[in-house]
């Protein structure tokens, strides 16, 4: 193991998960939080659905960051320390890595713990002089993250995994980012944009199906972690873009009339009802930039792919 790569643990699952999940699922209107997709096993599925043929945000975004790594390492200009939201296999990190200038720190930040730390050990391989920093947190709820104020700092956040926050969630993640800055420093965000709902009904509804069984994998991972009952079989996938809210919505639906146990408690589900598990919000250029403005950001530029279908910004404090 190298020398190179630190870990910090400063998620307390257990306690988390079961008070939330239990809450959620006691509402009206099921629900359950997005970031509970991410067991092991959510992790690689959701790797898998980045290379779906449909689900164009990743390699929309890496191409975005590829075919810019100069004009974005030069925009941002010298930094000493990169912090990844969400890092999952830190495979969009590699360009910055490789383009940024006087970079000597990475601290990735992931909620999937043995996921984040092989990662950074996978990493440290092909970028034997930097410093790696890996964080096991939440980034949904305050954190304290082991920094250095004086020193430049950049917050990466790819993957328009923003969009799973509400608006006002949104807002508020964004203005306790902006804390967490100093004058000058910067944050680069993967936006996804609106667009035709046939692109998107079909990106999250791939035919292979991986994004189902991604989706119902969170039902597996409470299973798992909370003593729960869920029969996957007698649920199904369904996700469509919601026009008026600007976001995609995942849902479970249950097949049948049943009853589900999670950590001693039991909840009935009607035939046809449904788990809400995920939305995805999707942001015009002008749309995200006045978010940041109302955030403490100052837009600085946002590149696009030539069919504008998504986008990264780069913000400054
Ligand atoms: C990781 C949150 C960006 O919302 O598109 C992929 C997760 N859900 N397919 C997204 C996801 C269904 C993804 N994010």
Redesign the pocket.
């Known amino acids: 193991m190298s020398q190179q790569v630190k870990s910090y643990d400063m998620y307390t699952k257990q306690h988390n998960m079961h008070q939330e999940v239990l809450s959620g699922l006691s509402q009206d209107k099921k629900t359950l939080q997005?970031k509970y997709f991410y067991d092991q096993r959510g992790s690689e599925l959701?790797e898998q659905?980045t290379r779906q043929p449909e689900?164009y945000?990743t390699r929309t975004e890496l191409e975005i960051l590829s075919q810019h790594q100069v004009a974005i390492a030069d925009c941002i200009g010298p930094v000493h320390t990169l912090i990844e939201y969400g890092s999952g296999s830190s495979r969009k990190i590699k360009s910055l890595l490789s383009s940024l200038h006087q970079l000597e720190a990475y601290m990735p930040i992931d909620i999937s713990k043995e996921f984040l730390i092989q990662s950074a050990h996978q990493l440290s391989q092909d970028y034997p002089t930097l410093d790696i920093k890996a964080v096991c947190g939440d980034y949904s709820t305050p954190l304290v993250l082991p920094i250095e104020d004086k020193l430049k700092k950049v917050i990466f956040f790819p993957?328009?995994?923003i969009?799973?926050f509400d608006p006002d969630e949104a807002a508020a993640f964004l203005s306790r980012s902006c804390q967490l800055l100093e004058k000058g420093d910067g944050f680069l965000i993967g936006i996804?944009t609106k667009k035709a709902a046939s692109v998107l009904d079909e990106a999250?509804n791939d035919q292979a199906g991986v994004?189902a069984q991604?989706n119902l994998n969170i039902l597996q991972h409470i299973n798992e972690s909370l003593e729960g009952t869920f029969d996957l079989t007698w649920f199904e996938h369904v996700a469509f873009y919601n026009e008026a809210h600007g976001r995609?919505e995942?849902h479970l639906r249950s097949r049948i009339d049943q009853l589900v146990t999670v950590a001693d408690q039991t909840f009935s589900f009607k035939q046809g009802e449904t788990i809400h598990t995920?939305n995805?919000y999707k942001y015009s250029v002008d749309d995200f930039q006045v978010l940041a403005r109302q955030n403490g950001f100052t837009p600085v530029t946002c590149f696009t792919d030539r069919n504008q279908y998504f986008s990264v910004h780069y913000l400054e404090k």
Request: glycine share 12%; hydrophobic share 40%; charged share 10%.
């Open positions: 997005a959701f659905i689900y945000l993957g328009s995994t969009g799973n996804d999250y994004t991604f995609v995942m995920e995805s």
